[in-house]
């Protein structure tokens, strides 16, 4: 438990919610989101936690983040990890669905809260979610320092595992969803959260450890129709380690197309790892239910089960990191272990003996 009152770091990233208009479009406006965070009379309000800004130098607009920038939020993080008692990552929308799958497989163990937050509108327009987002989000770590451990994103009115989320709107202020794990949390008159969503956390609190990312070099591939195995080919050439294989419906592949087949086995032989995850928002992906699928696995390729893509490229970036043999990451792949995946077994019953049944008919 805190034993005094919650102090949070704001790492501030860059993104939309502090940018300011310029002839260009939305560029980042260096001290814009600090200077209007001070002036406002709700961030300085009694039930907002006191917090500390860390700004990015340069900002960035999250459509420009690499790997390194991941590096740079964990050690800034890890830094100053004793000197506060939780951190908000405020990001750009479009990558941060990456950015929170990674820190979640960066930072481990993670006894302390991160939470990552963003607007569709600047803090400095009149019409705002920047407002809401960010107040929402430090209110949260207020009130919840000490049990809200682990990696989570707060956007509009839901709390959201990092591991599971994925941004579903270019437009609306809902921008994200977690299309295979329920909400976390729910700020509506009152901000719920369900606990037995939330990883208990290690007492007192340990500092993570920082698994560098950057080093790795992974991909993705989403099949459709048509698809000329040589467009493949490059995808999975040397360098490459990893490559998320965004197949249809619940792991399926164009199994009569031999080519295709072909060079995914001579790049599972090489040692590149092929995770396949599922193109729908919802569902899982398992190579054993349909022939279709069952020729991928046979190419070599892994279930990814009900993992986003963004999650599964943050992990083959975090495994590779760490040296792994191909078949040791092939393993571990396939094993939940931020919350990133439903495994198997888990799946509610009715839905596998229904997919069994098909899966009878191949
Ligand atoms: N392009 C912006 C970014 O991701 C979009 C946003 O923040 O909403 O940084």
């Given at each position: 438990m805190a034993t005094s009152a919650p102090r949070i770091l704001v790492v501030y990233t860059g993104g939309t919610v502090g940018m300011v208009e310029s002839e260009e479009g939305y560029v980042p406006g260096p001290g814009t989101l600090e200077a209007l965070m001070d002036q406002r009379a709700s961030f300085q309000s009694e039930d907002v936690?006191?917090?500390?800004?860390h700004a990015f130098d340069p900002l960035l607009d999250s459509a420009n983040m690499t790997p390194d920038d991941w590096l740079q939020i964990a050690e800034a993080i890890r830094a100053r990890f004793e000197a506060y008692d939780g951190f908000l990552v405020v990001h750009g929308t479009d990558t941060m669905a990456f950015t929170a799958s990674a820190l979640a497989f960066m930072l481990h163990p993670l006894d302390k809260p991160v939470l990552l937050?963003?607007?569709?509108?600047?803090l400095a327009e009149t019409r705002t979610d920047a407002q809401g987002n960010l107040l929402t989000s430090l209110l949260l770590l207020g009130a919840h320092a000490d049990r809200l451990a682990g990696v989570h994103l707060f956007f509009h009115d839901r709390l959201y595992r990092g591991t599971r989320v994925t941004k579903v709107n270019a437009d609306a202020f809902a921008a994200f969803d977690s299309p295979n794990f329920p909400a976390v949390g729910t700020a509506g008159i009152d901000l719920d959260v369900e606990w037995n969503r939330v990883p208990a956390p290690h007492r007192p609190p340990r500092p993570p450890a920082v698994t560098e990312m950057g080093e790795a070099t992974v991909s993705a591939?989403?099949?459709?129709?048509?698809l000329d195995a040589a467009s493949l080919e490059n995808v999975l050439a040397p360098p490459v380690q990893g490559v998320v294989l965004e197949c249809f419906g619940a792991g399926n592949a164009p199994a009569k197309n031999e080519a295709f087949l072909e060079v995914l086995r001579e790049a599972t032989d090489r040692g590149v790892v092929i995770v396949a995850v599922t193109q729908p928002l919802r569902g899982t992906a398992d190579l054993d239910l349909y022939a279709t699928g069952q020729a991928l696995a046979d190419a070599g390729a892994v279930s990814g089960y009900d993992m986003t893509t963004e999650a599964a490229l943050a992990k083959l970036y975090y495994l590779f990191e760490q040296n792994h043999a191909p078949g040791e990451v092939r393993r571990l792949v396939q094993?939940?272990?931020?919350?990133?995946?439903?495994?198997?077994?888990?799946?509610?019953?009715?839905l596998g003996r229904a997919r069994r049944r098909v899966a009878g008919y191949r």
């Open positions: 936690p006191d917090y500390d800004v937050t963003g607007a569709q509108l600047p591939f989403r099949l459709f129709p048509g094993n939940n272990l931020r919350g990133e995946l439903t495994p198997p077994e888990e799946v509610p019953p009715a």
